[in-house]
């Protein structure tokens, strides 16, 4: 079994400064993907929590969530921190009273006195809590009890690995209809989560798959009454009475046994759910998908209304008859189909192995040695081979896979108010540059379901604490502009010279209006400078013929004034 971390950061004072493992509650919400920042409060008058506190100390600090010091022992974890929740804290750190290693604090069942009302209200607490160890729940418990203000930091960024873009996750569970407020909570929970989980399916975000807890019953057991019942395949493969519950209502469980329903009936309804699973995944028929995520969707909600214990109808043929009608809420398989799921069942009165539950087996208890761990609670919630803990609500492990995705690679629906705050629209950006213009707003600010991102946006370069301007247009790369290119805040913008007009944003041809204009400019200009040439001709001949007569008249004065006034 594997006992799931956060860690905690003491941040002040000086002289605790340091990191410690916390052991995560199999209740409230732990705050997966993010950190808490808070102040650790203690009140000694009611150090246990097993009643309503009467005055629970607040976080004084601007911005610091209130984080309760709560003893172990006497009452159950579940109440101690509802009780803390009631008070105002938003968080529970539970110091252990004995020195061993961390373990978790466990969802009470009805098997407790009153547990049956004591299940129900854990369900309402929705803020996270942990447990310390005795040693760190001692040193914390003296400085809160000195008067130290103790700053520290709950941080579940690492308590769900995240590395890539596509999240892996499981769902343990039964098809048991009537084991109490467990089988009523897992129901309500794979028809909420139905929704999201087909859409981060269809999108390639995800890969769901589904899993049954089974036991085999020992082998000095396997003809008595008790084991036979439970039982399929010569006991290798078992489930509990459904009437055995310590919350089934008595009514119910009566109206179970009426039809004979027993252990051997739900571990029959896994093993036909999971050749379901099987055949709609495609391993059948080449490996070409059959939309089958959402059709097995589809039967795990559609199955437990149709086919129920109460009614008699908890049966092969009615699971079958699911699986094959056309209608909306069945899965609408072929013969073929049928008869290869039939085939993946096999023969259960049979005192033979099962391939497939033999795999399940061996999934359920780590044989693989996967980092999993051994399945052991009812259901349970695996993402990317860390155990969920919290509540089995939708939108808590909804959370939890948005955990598993490396950071800023998430699907829209992970960055949805419902499940985290966008830090970018905050005053200070989350601390990356801005810049607001006429033209736009240029933000570094990336929101990712851990926090931010800063990256300089498009046209800028720097670190997203500070981004400058590129000179896109000195940038052969980035300058794809046929004739002009002008830098404008966030990019570049391409012109044209006179005559021409931008085409496709990066292109320049000829205006077909200023070309028009200039053919009709031109006839007439010839026309005009042709006129001009000739009058400029004439205008010259004229004068250069002025000249010549001009010179040839001196002349002939000169002569007639040297023939008859001789000098």
């Known amino acids: 079994f594997i006992v799931e971390k956060a860690s905690l950061r003491v941040l002040s004072p000086s ?40 005055d629970l100390p607040r976080a004084k600090g601007v911005g610091h969530a209130t984080i309760a010091l709560v003893d172990r022992g006497s009452c159950y974890f579940a109440e101690k921190v509802l009780h803390a929740q009631l008070a105002g804290a938003q968080a529970v750190l539970v110091a252990d009273d004995v020195e061993e290693p961390l373990l978790t604090m466990a969802d009470p069942d009805g098997s407790a006195g009153g547990g049956t009302e004591l299940a129900r209200l854990a369900q309402e607490i929705s803020i996270p809590s942990a447990l310390v160890t ?5 040193v914390l418990r003296a400085a809160t009890v000195a008067g130290d203000v103790l700053v520290l930091t709950l941080d579940w960024q690492d308590s769900i690995s995240h590395p890539d873009d596509v999240v892996e996750w499981e769902l343990w569970s039964s098809s048991d209809q009537v084991c109490g407020d467990s089988c009523t909570r897992t129901q309500g929970f794979i028809s909420d989560i139905m929704s999201s989980a087909v859409d981060l399916e269809e999108q390639g975000a995800a890969s769901f798959s589904p899993h049954y807890i089974t036991w085999s019953c020992p082998v000095a057991l396997n003809d008595t009454e008790k084991c036979g019942g439970l039982c399929i395949n010569g006991g290798r493969y078992c489930a509990p009475d459904p009437t055995d519950g310590p919350d089934v209502d008595p009514n119910i469980a009566d109206r179970v046994r009426t039809h004979g329903y027993n252990g051997s009936d739900v571990v029959a309804e896994n093993l036909r759910r999971l050749c379901l699973f099987k055949e709609l995944s495609g391993d059948n028929h080449g490996n070409v998908p059959w939309n089958g995520g959402a059709r097995w969707w589809t039967y795990a909600t559609s199955h437990p209304v149709k086919c ?14 699911v699986m094959q009608t056309n209608e909306p809420d069945g899965c609408g398989l072929d013969a073929s189909a049928m008869s290869r799921i039939r085939a993946c069942v096999g023969d259960t ?36 081979l860390d155990q969920y803990r919290g509540r089995l609500t939708s939108k808590d492990v909804l959370r939890a896979i948005c955990a598993g995705f490396l950071e800023s690679t998430e699907p829209r629906v992970c960055l949805s108010s419902a499940l985290e705050s966008n830090e970018c629209l905050q005053p200070d950006h989350g601390g990356c540059w801005f810049k607001e213009t006429p ?65 496709g944003g990066t292109s320049c041809i000829q205006d077909p209006v200023e070309a028009s204009k200039l053919r009709s400019l ?3 200009s010839i026309f005009g400078i042709s006129l001009l040439v000739l009058l400029g001709a004439t205008v010259l001949g004229y004068a250069a013929y002025r000249i010549r007569i001009k010179a040839e008249i001196d002349r002939e004065v000169r002569a007639l004034m040297a023939e008859y006034m001789p000098l």
């Not at 002289?15 to 102040?39: I, R």
């Open 308 to 321: 129920s214990m109460t009614d008699g109808t908890f049966t092969a043929e009615c699971s079958e008859a």
């Open 439 to 503: 033209d736009g707003n240029f933000s570094a600010c990336v929101d990712t379901f851990r926090g931010v991102k800063c990256r300089c946006p498009p046209s800028f370069r720097g670190d997203g604490v500070v981004c400058d301007p590129v000179d896109e247009c000195s940038d052969s790369a980035m300058n794809h502009c046929e004739q002009d290119c002008v830098n404008i805040i966030g990019g570049h913008r391409c012109g044209c010279r006179s005559g021409f007009k931008l085409v």
């Open 134 to 138: 005795k040693q760190v729940g001692d």
């Open 522 to 524: 031109d006839a007439g």
């Open 349 to 384: 009165t049979a005192d033979k192995a099962n391939p497939l539950m033999d795999a399940e087996m061996q999934l359920q208890s780590d044989q693989g040695d996967s980092g999993r761990g051994a399945i052991v609670m009812l259901p349970t919630v695996v993402v990317n």
């Open 15 to 54: 002289s605790l400064v340091g990191t410690h493992d916390t052991a995560l509650a199999n209740f409230g919400t732990p705050l997966y993907g993010a950190s808490l920042l808070g102040e650790l409060v203690y009140s000694a008058d009611d150090a246990l929590g097993c009643t309503p506190f009467a």
